[in-house]
């Protein structure tokens, strides 16, 4: 029998192939001509910053209850490692104009992203002098991209039953219209929806809900699996922060089983985001780890 | 066999109110309800899902989720899925069955205010919003409800096909097992290939089972042992050649894949020694073993029918 077309497999990651395998054949047309010519300039050229900012008083002692001060004080370290500004209007808008539409992207479902962390960007946009009308919810599929000039990516972290990590580089899954489509073997495409025309270029900022991760792969909700890392990851390069991210959780799972618990199926959606999609750099050696505030059970 | 038809939960316990009718899902329903996560319950046979929600204050909820699957097979593959918690007993009508060697005989695992549970074809989930020791006893009141009316649990009958030998230096760890249809639950305790390299659909029945050897070296992950049920010889062969060409190409050539007697072989990869043996319908992968000895005496543990 012949073999109908190369499958990518368990042996492709053993040998650490798995992304020359994918190459660029799973890039559709619309996409190809421009990550041709944008293959010059990879992401890969200079390391990315990632954020990992955390406090202990940030959840009371059962780990249900945000204190939002706290919360808003990470928040400022954030805006301030990222800008170099001490005051926040001025940290805020480095990344936004008092023009812009900005759409705000929490994760809805398993491990939704806080609403204390919702509220205090929205407030501190609306206090660096944006029209609060302006300021959108922007997670789902019938959002009006178009009239959106920024998006600020909130996701959870957690792992994922079909695509190993569901956080960063999923959370636009809904944009796609057929969020099916990017399960499965199809996973590996989840960074071609950064590219669509709506999407593209306007994630100004993302900052990832760590406060308590899921490290276990759901579907469903498992409280067994929930930690409180209390802590925000923050930074520009979704690739990247999908990448420490991903090394928290399987550093959690490790611990919790007292073996190697590998995360599964291989996110191999990181990687592709990397290396076909450009969107960012997904090696930790490429990667800057700026930690900030309580370094107990890091992870890192 | 009790269904979710015949399910009739108080409207008022311990201080909880039911809010409502409860929420009715099916097959088109169920993306609504949990969007991706619908995918697990249509990985096995699922009919419908009833919840129920439970209010006790302004911030506690109980969520009810009680799934009506096509048989109890589904039910424990589902329960399968992770064999951690606490083991609690909701129906104590029926007298303790023996332990089988392949996997453990839990039909209800709590923990931190989450009950995982199968009775007969029902798959329940009961989670709260915040657990404490009240919370605790509720939650194994609602499932004793549930599960009170239930028959004795059986097992899926793929499982007397792991017959493990007493003298053998490899023992099972029960608490890894996983009964399962789809490639996507098998991946996401094994990962294969993101393509459905063996023909998995709801016609064909798969064990997972890991082996470690009973003087474990620390570090070393367990021997992946992979048996499949085909619905006939056809399949079973298809499946085999399927794999070969996707995972061994370089074997594939090599290997007499006519119809005929039973198949076997091994081949070293990048992980360790992987065997296969083809009987009949059924198929049987073993992976990352130490040696081609121990993929034969991993093999010989299979009885199949």
Known sequence: MKIKKEVITRRDFLRGTAATALGLTVLPDWLKAGMVKKETKSAADQKSLVLVVRDEHVLDSSGNKVDKKVLGGMISQVMTALTGEKEMKKAWLKFFSPKDVVGLVPTPLMNPTHNELIEFIK?????????????RSAQGRSVDLNSITALISLPGLKAHWLTGIGTVIKNYILYSGAPRNYHYEHSTKLGEIWHLPQVKGKTRLIIVDALRPVCDRGPQFDPRYRWPYKGLLAGTDPVALDAVGLKIIQTKRDELRGEHWPISPPPICIEAADKIYKLGNSRLENIEIKTIGWTQELLL | ????????LPETIDGWQVEGPPLRIDDTTIFDYMDGGGELYLAYKFNSLLVYRYTRGPEEELLVEIYQMETPDEAFGLLSLDWTGEPVTLNSAFPARPENPVCPDYTALYGEGLLRARAGSLYLRILASRETPDVRETILKLGKILAGKSQPQSLPAILDVIIPSTDSDWKIRRDRTVYFHSHLVLNSFYYLSHENILNLNHSTEGLLVCFEKKEQQPGR??????????PGIQAALAALASFLQSYLPEKADQVDLCPGPGKTGSVRVEDGWLGWRLSSNYLALVFECPGQESVAELLSQLNFP
């Open chain 2, 221 to 230: 992950q367990p021997v992946k042992l992979i048996v499949i049920r085909y």
């Open chain 2, 1 to 8: 066999m009790q269904s979710s038809q015949e399910i009739n």
């Open chain 1, 123 to 135: 407030e501190s946009l609306v206090a660096a002098g944006l029209p609060e009308a302006n300021i």
